[in-house]
């Protein structure tokens, strides 16, 4: 297209128009503007070439033009015009559109901030009680509740009615451990009682998780009934409430935690667990008719949780309200992001209502202790920066396993390192706002001495 | 980028199927734009300046509905360019959480030349091997403690010599940052920060300098929008909030929430407004504790915070093996993307330059495992056959127990990559010591001219194995 204008011509047609903002600005001479160029402003090559004044006038003279209904749409590639000119300085090429002047105001502007909560999260965590004193049938100090949650853990959305507790893992016989851990039972270890009174007494175990691994047949292949003696001497020795594991083969486990449900009955023991390997009715029913709790425990898939979920009290006959979920712990660097996504998952899905996955949480935290950075002496790749100290990598491993999946859901933690267990219970009740400690000043951080 | 559907996409494309970004049509352009697989700058047509005017809207459009929920800042030049921010989702199972917040360690304008140097090194040169890739520290974040620019301007100068990595200039006075900037500012570092007191100096700098911006406003959000949306009109873009960060008590539920309700604010509620990037400090937890291992302790616990919950960029301390590493695994770990299986090729892979008399392993194709044992294997200059089961990705122990590996499977295996043992000088193989209840049935399969050896159950232990074990006796 080419509709040519002369400045005169068009001075004359701003004059009619009285066009105030040209005002001031003369242009020498009777140049002839052929304005190949669009209405979206002036860029930087533009205003080089033309000079910043005349490049303004040319947008008034587009704009008026545009206004006058001459077709300018498509006009004003600045770049174009100016490259056939010469070549431009290739900063100046570069250059983004004309900035507006930069300006700093006076004060700031005034601005509110708000944000909502989830309102698809509905449905409430099934609380469910560990432990059952006298009153109630059962012979502990006093009882546990889990669960109970109206929000993601640690959201503002909903206060949470619980804190995460932790249960300490005490073994019927000595087993191989880290050295991070084991120096802190080896004095107890024959002795399964003694080991679960030091972990309560000294190590501030919430619970205790009495592990009858003895009755594995590649082990010692203990009987049941010999087995559950341990169970006793552990409800004698300490009045918290307590978990009950066997030893994971999938046939003898059926045998040993029925009979163990049938010594801790009334107690509202966790009985850890029922899986879809192995017979979970048989445990199922057992929990149910001897008032305790099921570990429901599958492989870090929803869906076989549900499935398990679902038929521990369809088939089982489990109340809701003794149900408790392990999902699985894949530890930090060994899969945590499996375990920690699949849990999150579950307890969104409880939150807004599916009522197969709306249990609480447990995590077997200890699991951290197999990854190698926890306990290897030195790393095998020589290329590696320095492990440094294992004495101090094996507790912040546990650790770190346990608090991110307190953050996914986790309310019941099986932990072993009392260092450990110290952590996870102070940080997670920091979150809930429970500790009261006085907060330095952290406006200036830059300058603290360390 | 809030979007799903590649159809919505494709109204913005060109249409054309012209095929220059590598795809055979828009619409499978489109799908990789969803997958965040492809950047629109791949679509050549859309920014050519010949087809300005007939693609411009649909450009403009299409930026618009990509722009990630959180705003995306560069810092660093070239390949030492890290992103800040660009997340989409609040929980990682959703989508993935895409750039991990870079960890800028700190070093201070009054230490000791020497002292500077060796510190700057070791956080520059830090490095663990992890699933196949090294890891590495993003940043370092030099502190004014001295107050004084010249000092300031000469630490970052040294900082610079020593290391590449891009800088946060840590100062509340603008006098100090301007000398940071003096020196440093063409490798695109972040300053910290403009607060209420300098806003207005600190802004000069951010536009001046052309750099990144933090605004810090302490546990006030309204504030702190107060101040963003100052900037923003100011024309700055380039901006990082500071919400601060308290490292224990009462106030430290705090700082969680108010993390939880930014990402939220941007993610969920798409408040385009003040979806700016957030910054976490959990070097306060230094300020917190006197015992080393505590405060170290208490920092992993707050990285670990708002790694899960919401923070884009960190400012650390701790650079202690007991420190870094957890930290670093975790930010891994969370900032994997779930879409992706990880996975290597099934089959056999070499190691190093095997020969006849090289051990064949056995293990499986889960990425994590799989490159735990070959880093082992490499870097203790063992030369072998590493042979990978298919199981779906699923690691020794589980699959173990769930039959994705199985004798017949690894003999099937070796058998379609034509390694059989029994025609090797050795005549065996090397099962991962938790499948030690396979050996005798695969010896069975080779009717006992090979047999299966079961290694150690941690392939950390491989070398010491080896010596033991390797070549086998008779």
């Given at each position: 297209?080419?509709?040519?204008?002369?400045?005169?011509?068009?001075?004359?047609?701003?004059?009619?128009?009285?066009?105030?903002?040209?005002?001031?600005?003369?242009?020498?001479?009777?140049?002839?503007?052929?304005?190949?160029?669009?209405?979206?402003?002036?860029?930087?090559?533009?205003?080089?070439?033309?000079?910043?004044?005349?490049?303004?006038?040319?947008?008034?003279?587009?704009?008026?033009?545009?206004?006058?209904?001459?077709?300018?749409?498509?006009?004003?590639?600045?770049?174009?015009?100016?490259?056939?000119?010469?070549?431009?300085?290739?900063?100046?090429?570069?250059?983004?559109?004309?900035?507006p002047?930069?300006?700093?105001?006076?004060?700031?502007?005034?601005?509110?901030?708000?944000?909502?909560?989830?309102?698809?999260?509905?449905?409430?965590?099934?609380?469910?009680?560990?432990?059952?004193?006298?009153?109630?049938?059962?012979?502990?100090?006093?009882v546990?509740?889990i669960?109970?949650?109206?929000?993601?853990?640690?959201?503002?959305?909903?206060?949470?009615?619980?804190?995460?507790?932790?249960?300490?893992?005490?073994?019927?016989?000595?087993?191989?451990?880290?050295?991070?851990?084991?120096?802190?039972?080896?004095?107890?270890?024959?002795?399964?009682?003694?080991?679960?009174?030091?972990?309560?007494?000294?190590?501030?175990?919430?619970?205790?998780?009495?592990?009858?691994?003895?009755?594995?047949?590649?082990?010692?292949?203990?009987?049941?009934k010999?087995?559950?003696?341990v169970?006793?001497?552990?409800?004698q020795?300490?009045?918290?409430?307590?978990?009950?594991?066997?030893?994971?083969?999938?046939?003898?486990?059926?045998?040993?935690?029925?009979?163990?449900?049938?010594?801790?009955?009334?107690?509202?023991?966790?009985?850890?667990?029922?899986?879809?390997?192995?017979d979970?009715?048989?445990?199922?029913?057992?929990?149910?008719?001897?008032?305790?709790?099921?570990?429901?425990?599958?492989?870090?898939?929803?869906?076989?949780?549900?499935?398990?979920?679902?038929?521990?009290?369809?088939?089982?006959?489990?109340?809701?309200?003794?149900?408790?979920m392990?999902?699985?712990?894949?530890?930090?660097?060994?899969?945590?992001?499996?375990?920690?996504?699949?849990?999150?998952?579950?307890?969104?899905?409880?939150?807004?209502?599916?009522?197969?996955?709306?249990?609480?949480?447990?995590?077997?935290?200890?699991?951290?202790?197999?990854?190698?950075?926890?306990?290897?002496?030195?790393?095998?790749?020589?290329?590696?920066?320095?492990?440094?100290?294992?004495?101090?990598?094996?507790?912040?491993?546990?650790?770190?396993?346990?608090?991110?999946?307190?953050?996914?859901?986790?309310?019941?933690?099986?932990?072993?390192?009392?260092?450990?267990?110290?952590?996870?219970?102070?940080?997670?009740?920091?979150?809930?706002?429970?500790?009261?400690?006085?907060?330095?000043?952290?406006?200036?951080?830059?300058?603290?001495?360390? | 980028?809030?979007?799903?559907?590649?159809?919505?996409?494709?109204?913005?494309?060109?249409?054309?199927?012209?095929?220059?970004?590598?795809?055979?049509?828009?619409?499978?352009?489109?799908?990789?734009?969803?997958?965040?697989?492809?950047?629109?700058?791949?679509?050549?047509?859309?920014?050519?300046?010949?087809?300005?005017?007939?693609?411009a809207?649909?450009?403009?459009?299409?930026?618009?509905?990509?722009?990630?929920?959180?705003?995306?800042?560069?810092?660093?030049?070239?390949?030492?360019?890290?992103?800040?921010?660009?997340?989409?989702?609040?929980?990682?199972?959703?989508?993935?959480?895409?750039?991990?917040?870079?960890f800028?360690?700190?070093?201070?304008?009054?230490?000791?030349?020497?002292?500077?140097?060796?510190?700057?090194?070791?956080?520059?040169?830090?490095?663990?091997?992890?699933?196949?890739?090294?890891?590495?520290?993003?940043?370092?974040?030099?502190?004014?403690?001295?107050?004084?620019?010249?000092?300031?301007?000469?630490?970052?100068?040294?900082?610079?010599?020593?290391?590449?990595?891009?800088?946060?200039?840590?100062?509340?006075?603008?006098?100090?940052?301007?000398?940071?900037?003096?020196?440093?500012?063409?490798?695109?570092?972040?300053?910290?920060?403009?607060?209420?007191?300098?806003?207005?100096?600190?802004?000069?700098?951010?536009?001046?300098?052309?750099?990144?911006?933090?605004?810090?406003?302490?546990?006030?959000?309204?504030?702190?929008?107060?101040?963003?949306?100052?900037?923003k009109?100011?024309?700055?873009?380039?901006?990082?909030?500071?919400?601060?960060?308290?490292?224990?008590?009462?106030?430290?539920?705090?700082?969680?929430?108010?993390?939880?309700?930014?990402?939220?604010?941007?993610?969920?509620?798409?408040?385009?407004?003040?979806?700016f990037?957030?910054?976490?400090l959990p070097?306060?937890?230094?300020?917190?504790?006197?015992?080393?291992?505590?405060?170290?302790?208490?920092?992993?616990?707050?990285?670990?915070?708002f790694?899960?919950?919401?923070?884009?960029?960190?400012?650390?301390?701790?650079?202690?093996?007991?420190?870094?590493?957890?930290?670093?695994?975790m930010?891994?770990?969370?900032?994997?993307?779930?879409?992706t299986?990880?996975?290597?090729?099934?089959?056999?892979?070499?190691?190093?330059?095997?020969?006849?008399e090289?051990?064949?392993?056995?293990t499986?194709?889960?990425?994590?495992?799989?490159?735990?044992?070959?880093?082992?294997?490499?870097?203790?200059?063992?030369?072998?056959?590493?042979?990978?089961?298919?199981?779906d990705?699923?690691?020794?122990?589980?699959?173990?127990?769930?039959?994705?590996?199985?004798?017949?499977?690894?003999?099937?295996?070796?058998?379609?990559?034509?390694?059989?043992?029994?025609?090797?000088?050795?005549?065996?193989?090397?099962?991962?010591?938790?499948?030690?209840?396979?050996?005798?049935?695969?010896?069975?399969?080779?009717?006992?001219?090979?047999?299966?050896?079961?290694?150690?159950?941690?392939?950390?232990?491989?070398?010491?194995?080896?010596?033991?074990?390797?070549?086998?006796?008779?």
């Amino acid at each position: 297209m080419g509709e040519k204008m002369n400045i005169s011509d068009l001075n004359k047609k701003l004059a009619e128009m009285d066009v105030k903002s040209l005002e001031g600005v003369t242009i020498e001479g009777d140049i002839e503007l052929e304005i190949d160029a669009g209405a979206g402003g002036v860029g930087p090559l533009f205003a080089y070439y033309f000079g910043e004044e005349v490049a303004k006038v040319a947008v008034q003279l587009v704009n008026m033009a545009k206004a006058f209904g001459y077709p300018v749409d498509s006009l004003l590639q600045p770049v174009a015009v100016a490259q056939a000119i010469s070549p431009a300085p290739e900063e100046l090429a570069k250059a983004a559109p004309e900035v507006p002047a930069f300006k700093i105001p006076d004060t700031l502007k005034s601005a509110k901030f708000a944000v909502g909560t989830d309102k698809t999260w509905k449905t409430q965590i099934q609380e469910v009680q560990l432990g059952a004193t006298k009153a109630d049938g059962g012979s502990r100090g006093h009882v546990i509740k889990i669960g109970g949650e109206k929000a993601m853990p640690f959201f503002y959305d909903a206060a949470m009615p619980n804190r995460p507790v932790v249960t300490v893992d005490v073994f019927d016989m000595p087993i191989g451990m880290a050295k991070a851990v084991k120096m802190h039972y080896e004095d107890v270890m024959s002795d399964p009682a003694d080991w679960a009174k030091k972990a309560v007494k000294e190590f501030g175990a919430d619970l205790v998780t009495t592990h009858l691994i003895s009755t594995d047949p590649l082990i010692k292949d203990t009987s049941a009934k010999e087995a559950v003696k341990v169970v006793e001497d552990v409800l004698q020795a300490v009045d918290v409430p307590i978990c009950i594991g066997g030893s994971g083969n999938p046939d003898k486990d059926v045998e040993v935690l029925t009979k163990a449900c049938e010594v801790a009955q009334g107690e509202r023991a966790l009985i850890a667990s029922a899986s879809l390997n192995l017979d979970w009715e048989a445990i199922g029913k057992s929990c149910a008719e001897n008032g305790n709790v099921c570990l429901a425990w599958t492989q870090l898939e929803i869906n076989a949780q549900k499935e398990l979920d679902r038929k521990l009290m369809k088939v089982a006959g489990v109340p809701r309200d003794s149900i408790v979920m392990d999902p699985t712990t894949a530890a930090l660097a060994y899969g945590l992001d499996f375990a920690y996504s699949n849990m999150e998952r579950i307890r969104l899905g409880g939150l807004k209502g599916d009522e197969e996955l709306n249990f609480p949480m447990s995590s077997g935290t200890t699991n951290a202790w197999g990854v190698r950075e926890a306990w290897m002496v030195k790393s095998p790749n020589v290329e590696d920066s320095d492990w440094g100290d294992r004495m101090l990598r094996g507790p912040i491993w546990e650790i770190l396993t346990g608090f991110s999946l307190a953050l996914a859901g986790v309310d019941l933690f099986m932990m072993m390192n009392p260092i450990s267990v110290a952590y996870l219970q102070e940080i997670t009740q920091s979150l809930m706002g429970l500790v009261k400690a006085e907060t330095p000043d952290t406006t200036n951080w830059i300058s603290v001495g360390v | 980028m809030k979007e799903s559907s590649p159809l919505n996409l494709y109204k913005f494309l060109p249409q054309t199927n012209c095929g220059e970004c590598g795809e055979q049509t828009c619409m499978a352009f489109a799908a990789g734009l969803i997958a965040r697989e492809r950047t629109i700058d791949e679509c050549k047509p859309l920014f050519d300046p010949k087809k300005q005017k007939k693609y411009a809207k649909k450009l403009a459009s299409l930026k618009e509905v990509i722009a990630p929920e959180v705003a995306l800042v560069y810092t660093g030049t070239g390949d030492q360019q890290k992103k800040v921010g660009g997340e989409d989702v609040m929980y990682r199972h959703q989508m993935t959480f895409f750039n991990w917040p870079p960890f800028a360690y700190d070093v201070t304008d009054d230490m000791e030349l020497s002292a500077l140097v060796e510190r700057t090194k070791a956080i520059a040169e830090w490095r663990k091997f992890y699933i196949g890739n090294w890891e590495e520290v993003e940043m370092i974040a030099v502190r004014s403690v001295t107050g004084d620019p010249a000092k300031f301007a000469a630490c970052v100068k040294k900082v610079q010599e020593t290391t590449k990595k891009p800088l946060v200039l840590c100062s509340f006075d603008p006098k100090v940052l301007k000398a940071g900037l003096e020196v440093a500012a063409e490798n695109r570092p972040i300053i910290y920060a403009a607060t209420k007191d300098n806003w207005k100096e600190v802004a000069q700098l951010a536009y001046d300098y052309k750099v990144p911006v933090t605004v810090s406003v302490p546990f006030d959000l309204d504030g702190l929008k107060s101040m963003a949306t100052t900037f923003k009109e100011m024309g700055i873009d380039d901006i990082i909030l500071d919400p601060g960060t308290a490292p224990n008590g009462e106030k430290l539920q705090e700082t969680l929430h108010n993390f939880i309700k930014l990402r939220r604010a941007a993610t969920e509620e798409g408040q385009k407004d003040f979806n700016f990037p957030v910054m976490a400090l959990p070097i306060t937890a230094w300020m917190a504790n006197d015992d080393p291992v505590r405060a170290a302790y208490w920092e992993s616990l707050l990285t670990a915070t708002f790694v899960c919950r919401g923070a884009d960029i960190m400012i650390k301390h701790s650079i202690e093996p007991h420190s870094v590493m957890p930290d670093m695994h975790m930010r891994f770990n969370i900032y994997t993307d779930p879409r992706t299986p990880v996975q290597v090729k099934p089959g056999a892979h070499v190691v190093g330059k095997p020969t006849d008399e090289s051990p064949i392993f056995i293990t499986t194709n889960f990425a994590l495992t799989y490159y735990t044992v070959e880093s082992d294997l490499s870097s203790n200059s063992i030369d072998a056959y590493l042979v990978a089961i298919n199981t779906d990705g699923i690691g020794v122990q589980a699959s173990v127990a769930g039959g994705q590996i199985t004798p017949g499977k690894i003999k099937e295996t070796l058998d379609e990559e034509g390694l059989n043992p029994a025609e090797r000088p050795h005549k065996a193989i090397i099962l991962p010591g938790m499948c030690a209840k396979f050996t005798g049935e695969i010896d069975e399969l080779y009717k006992y001219e090979a047999k299966a050896m079961a290694g150690p159950e941690d392939s950390g232990r491989i070398p010491g194995w080896m010596e033991k074990n390797w070549p086998p006796k008779k």
